[in-house]
T-cell receptor
Framework: EAGVTQFPSHSVIEKGQTVTLRCDPI?????LYWYRRVMGKEIKFLLH????????ESGMPNNRFLAERTGGTYSTLKVQPAELEDSGVYFC???????????FGPGTRLLVL | GIQVEQSPPDLILQEGANSTLRCNFS?????LQWFHQNPWGQLINLFY???GTKQNGRLSATTVATERYSLLYISSSQTTDSGVYFC???????????FGTGTKLQVIP
């Protein structure tokens, strides 16, 4: 069974540009989560989808971040426009139910110059 | 939400040495996991261990849920063990996982 996959593995962009990160959860997992680790700090929750609906988006830092999960399968996280402080590693995770363990993807390393 | 604290924050080991990393949490947990973030930033799941003891090669983990702590043991450390080790947990009705601040491990030859 394939695990959670993320694309791209890394991205280098200039300040002000747009970047879109993609996450493919484990097949059949309704719950999808985004987390990030910026500036060497702790890993923090961004948001949680149940199928295509946003269950909790309390961790989204500001309106430059837009997450979607059309059709309840893969998800995208768009940063527009990117700022220097957005640099870090963005992780996606999925679970079958909210009580099950979350399986994490390898992350996307984002560098904003 | 739950609070997760890890110690020590930094650790330097000579190759071949053993170490113990600690994770304290403030509430009873539904899930507790240990991760290794390698130097390339990838997050590797090590253990899912809300209670009890598990072993995987040179690594083992023990969670004492009643006393709200978990330990990660690394034996015969290797340079490839370097990176940051995170403990993460969720509890009650909270689905989002809370991560500790991590232990940065450097294993030197």
């Amino acid at each position: 069974e394939a695990g959670v996959t993320q694309f791209p593995s890394h991205s280098v962009i200039e300040k002000g540009q747009t970047v879109t990160l993609r996450c493919d959860p484990i097949s059949g997992h309704d719950n999808l989560y985004w987390y990030r680790r910026v500036m060497g700090k702790e890993i923090k929750f961004l948001l949680h989808f149940v199928k295509e609906s946003k269950q909790d988006e309390s961790g989204m830092p500001n309106n430059r971040f837009l997450a979607e999960r059309t059709g309840g399968t893969y998800s995208t996280l768009k940063v527009q426009p990117a700022e220097l402080e957005d640099s870090g590693v963005y992780f996606c995770a999925s679970s079958g139910t909210v009580l099950e363990t979350q399986y994490f993807g390898p992350g996307t390393r984002l560098l904003v110059l | 939400g739950i609070q997760v604290e890890q110690s020590p924050p930094d650790l330097i080991l000579q190759e071949g040495a053993n170490s113990t990393l600690r994770c304290n949490f403030s509430d009873s947990v539904n899930n507790l996991q240990w991760f290794h973030q390698n130097p390339w930033g990838q997050l590797i799941n090590l253990f899912y261990i809300p209670s009890g003891t598990k072993q995987n090669g040179r690594l083992s983990a023990t969670t004492v849920a009643t006393e709200r702590y978990s330990l990660l043991y690394i034996s015969s450390s290797q340079t490839t063990d370097s990176g940051v080790y995170f403990c993460a947990a969720n509890s009650g009705g909270y689905q989002k996982v809370t991560f500790g601040t991590g232990t940065k491990l450097q294993v030197i030859p």
